[in-house]
């Protein structure tokens, strides 16, 4: 069983930044792809990044790329969220994902739609 726990959400104007973290007690196997996505009441879950497990391949959704940096700490089991120039569409609350895949499947449409593994959630609000 894996656990995630997110920290790091919160509250900012247009063209601020947050850094969002999340602590995972243990990987499922070398196997395996981690991320982020946004979930907005009403609306499909989003991917936003994701990292393959094996060879750290990261991929970012369209509407984050040059603004969003994915990184892993790998002795702390954690992975952050780096997000700059915010603006209002990025507000939703955000998971930490797991999903136990073969890392060349890995992606941000997987990490939105296979739910093995994610954690209780932090909340992004971006004001105008």
């Known amino acids: 069983q894996v656990h995630l726990m997110e920290s790091g959400g919160g509250s900012v104007p247009t063209g601020g930044s947050l850094t969002l973290s999340c602590v995972a007690s243990?990987?499922?196997?070398?196997?395996?792809?981690m991320g982020w996505f946004r979930q907005v009441p009403g609306k499909e879950p989003k991917g936003v990044a994701s990292?393959?497990?094996?060879?750290?391949?990261?991929t970012y959704a369209d509407s984050v790329k040059g603004r969003f940096t994915l990184s892993k700490d790998n002795r702390r089991n954690t992975l952050y969220l780096q997000m700059n120039n915010l603006n209002p569409e990025d507000t939703g609350m955000y998971y930490c994902a797991v999903v136990r895949i073969h890392t060349t499947h890995c992606g941000t449409s997987v990490i939105a739609s296979i739910l093995d593994y994610r954690g209780q959630g932090t909340q992004v609000t971006v004001s105008s």
């Open positions: 990292i393959a497990g094996g060879d750290g391949n990261i």
């Open positions: 243990d990987y499922p196997s070398s196997q395996y792809c």
